[in-house]
């Protein structure tokens, strides 16, 4: 049991290895990403906070709404959006009052 718990926590940090050697290739390029965070850095943070199954769902699903037809703009993983309303419902009912 303990050896799969190993394995899933290995290939996490490959992945988040291999994105950090994507952005360094990238580096010196224009930024053509269309939301926030980018997209290598909201599947680092996906890789960071969850399950390597769920966080690689998470990083095929935003890449491919990275196209054209896409406004882009804030888009954090679905656990930050929970905090980011509850915070923004906090601060709409203070305004109410």
Not at 75 to 86: A, C, G, H, R, W
Request: proline content about 5%.
């Amino acid at each position: 049991m303990y050896d799969r718990i190993r394995m899933v926590t290995d290939m996490k940090k490959f992945m988040i290895k291999l994105i950090h050697g994507y952005q360094a290739a990238t580096q010196g390029k224009q930024p053509t990403c269309r939301f926030h965070p980018s997209c290598s850095n909201y599947a680092i943070q996906a890789y960071e906070n969850y399950n390597f199954f769920y966080a690689t769902l998470l990083t095929i699903w935003r890449i491919l709404r990275c196209n054209p037809f896409n406004k882009g703009g804030y888009d954090p993983i679905p656990k930050y959006k929970k905090i980011l309303k509850e915070e923004l419902k906090a601060e709409k009912e203070q305004s109410n009052k």
